[in-house]
């Protein structure tokens, strides 16, 4: 095991108690538990990493959870009798852009995409098909992508009658200046290359795996939609090639679901920031405090 995630593992183990990845290393010291080769000023902050790490990237099976921001503890002790129930809940973390971009990730080629041969469809399965016979779909590193291929991301829409859900992206959401610190409605996801399955009915697991990033964000077991746990996959409303200043075209899935009629909102429990159901029968009189794909989506499906 990692070093680290080792030393929080025993400190919390026999603490029992939540602690911040700087009262972990506090203790790990006082303890005399930290190896030799670990050293530097700032320990906490690598251990705060790589728990945040760890939670991310094995979520349903992870060795820690969060409490609340910046507060870690072990998972094998929720089912201990007596640890307080109050930290048994644990509180999901918003996903970040720069996290989701860690596999390869579908991409239409730019020639393509300029063609009209683009602007012919609406519908994501009819564009990946033809794009398909034109040899223009490729998985690229989203990290490094040339200006020969645009990227294809999935943005998930909730909606409940004539509102969609919104809320505001916060800085550790999303840096990027056209998107900090505006009102959105909709959660983005890549269209990765694990997404696409043997049951993905031609269409990349670009269904799926919005779902599961509409989970996520919404901290929501698929089980909860439906008693059996099945949800109708949505095609993609649209197609929207989106081209704003300072960075490169995106090719936008927009997908719609139907919220399910107990859920309700709320910011601490799913750590968004200013959540509201937002009415699309009367037109916003701040449209431009939208970001830029919100804005795209609402004139798709208005």
């Known amino acids: 095991m990692d070093s680290y995630l080792d030393i929080a ?24 538990i930290v190896p ?6 700032t320990q906490f902050k690598t251990l705060q990493a790589r728990l945040s790490e760890e939670i991310l990237y094995n979520r349903r099976h992870t060795l820690f959870y969060r409490t609340e921001p910046g507060v870690f503890f072990l998972t094998e002790l929720m089912s201990d009798p007596s640890i307080p129930q109050k930290f048994k809940t644990a509180f999901p973390a918003r996903r970040r852009t720069r996290d989701l971009l860690n596999e390869p990730s579908l991409a239409l080629a730019t020639k393509y995409v300029m063609s009209d ?16 016979r034109h040899d ?21 829409l909730v909606r409940r009658a004539q509102c969609v859900l919104s809320y505001r992206v916060g800085r550790y959401r999303d840096d990027r200046d056209q998107f900090a610190n505006r009102r959105t409605i909709g ?4 269209v990765g290359f694990t997404d696409n399955t043997l049951f993905s009915e031609g269409d990349y697991g670009a269904a799926e795996g919005a779902l599961e990033a ?3 964000d919404l901290d929501l077991s698929l089980r909860s939609f439906t008693s059996e746990g099945q949800v109708d996959l949505p095609a993609s ?23 399910p009629e107990w859920f309700e909102p709320t910011t601490r429990r799913l750590s968004l920031n200013d959540v509201c159901w937002f009415d699309m029968s009367s037109r916003a009189n701040n449209i431009d405090d ?3 794909w919100s804005r795209a989506a609402l004139d798709c499906i208005r």
């Open 9 to 32: 593992e025993r400190v919390l183990r026999a603490s029992k108690r939540p602690m911040s990845a700087r009262a972990i290393i506090s203790a790990a010291y006082r303890a005399g």
């Open 36 to 41: 030799d080769h670990l050293y530097g000023k």
């Open 117 to 132: 041969r683009f602007s012919k469809f609406h519908r994501w399965h009819d564009l990946v098909a033809d794009a398909e």
């Open 136 to 156: 223009a779909v490729k998985y690229v590193d989203p990290k490094h992508t040339s200006s020969d291929f645009i990227m294809i991301w999935s943005f998930s």
């Open 187 to 190: 959660f983005p996801g890549i």
């Open 214 to 216: 509409l989970l996520t």
């Open 237 to 259: 409303t649209d197609i929207v090639k989106l081209d704003y200043s300072g960075d490169k075209p995106t090719i936008l899935l927009i997908m719609q679901w139907k919220c």
């Open 290 to 292: 939208f970001e830029p």
